[in-house]
């Protein structure tokens, strides 16, 4: 595992990176009453939260944020399947850091995470929902930031207080009503078939068929979940993982944008652009 840690405003901000062949366990835990926002960008992971006989579990965290409160002496597990790295930020502060906020800032935790500033247990959870666009892009841009030194801390800072606005802008939106249990299976279903066929998947009205849902309604569910439209969430999945195989050092630019699903290597390169803020060839540079 990689981590970086870095010090916002008396927040301590864990950028964590973890990939095995095999099922790998990370522990870590904090000394203090903590409340949390952690945003993970890749991985199946199962994270669990442990404090004396409590445990609070969170699964198939890839792509979501989510929020807690944590007692002294809690325990932080993630559990990481084989070949699928982690990809994990998280941002944590003790209750009494919270209180050296500036006003407006307080404000924020005790509208929008009132249940997790005054605890009524060693563990609670906050809100949580899978990322949007805005995030996403943040959480990419942490991973792929050629930044060093210096400057990386300086790019860190800056990506980390984006998500923070993010997420507060998002769990002040009012509540609309949520899918049921069932449909929301089938949403991650046809997000499954699709990173299954990157390359090649199937059309929309085929998904519709594969997951028993009309199109109409998978696209709106879709959006629900995911926070965007189904292609525009493809494309997006095709650049993180675009991004993952030009780091191994044997696969051409070619070969990368063919493998996602590019024929073309100038759209392949400037939607890299687009998404990164550089080109695929600068990541061997």
């Known amino acids: 595992m990689t981590r970086d840690i870095i010090e916002i405003n008396g927040f301590i901000v864990l950028i964590e990176y973890a990939s095995s062949d095999t099922k790998e366990i990370e522990i870590c835990g904090f000394a203090e009453d903590v409340v949390g926002i952690a945003f993970y960008g890749s991985g199946e992971v199962e994270m669990n ?72 247990a060693d563990i609670v959870d906050g809100p949580g929902f899978y990322m949007n666009h805005d995030m996403q892009n943040a959480v990419s841009k942490i991973y792929s930031s050629t930044y060093t030194e210096n400057m990386r801390q300086m790019f860190l800072r800056s990506q980390v207080t984006e998500l923070l606005a993010h997420f507060f802008a998002q769990i002040s939106l009012p509540e609309r009503p949520t899918l049921n249990e069932e449909d929301r299976q089938k949403i991650h279903q046809a997000n499954e078939i699709l990173l299954d066929n990157i390359a090649s998947p199937p059309s929309l009205s085929e998904l519709s068929k594969q997951i028993g849902l009309n199109s109409n309604k998978l696209k709106k569910n879709f959006k629900e979940v995911f926070g ?48 990164f803020g550089f080109r695929p060839s600068e990541i061997r540079t």
Request: contains cysteine; proline residues 4%.
């Open 49 to 120: 939260i442990r404090c004396g006989d409590q445990v609070s579990t969170y699964q198939n965290t890839k792509g979501v944020a989510l929020s807690f409160y944590a007692a002294k002496g809690s325990t932080f597990e993630h559990t990481i399947s084989p070949s699928n790295p982690m990809q994990s930020i998280c941002i944590v502060s003790t209750l009494s850091n919270l209180e050296k906020l500036p006003q407006h800032e307080q404000e924020f935790f005790q509208t929008y995470l009132k249940s997790l500033v005054n605890p009524v």
């Open 228 to 275: 965007m439209p189904v292609f525009k969430h493809l494309q997006n999945e095709r650049l993180i993982k675009a991004h993952a195989l030009l780091e191994e050092a044997h696969l051409g630019i070619q070969e990368v944008a063919w493998q996602v699903g590019y024929e073309s290597i100038s759209s392949f390169s400037n939607a890299f652009m687009k998404k």
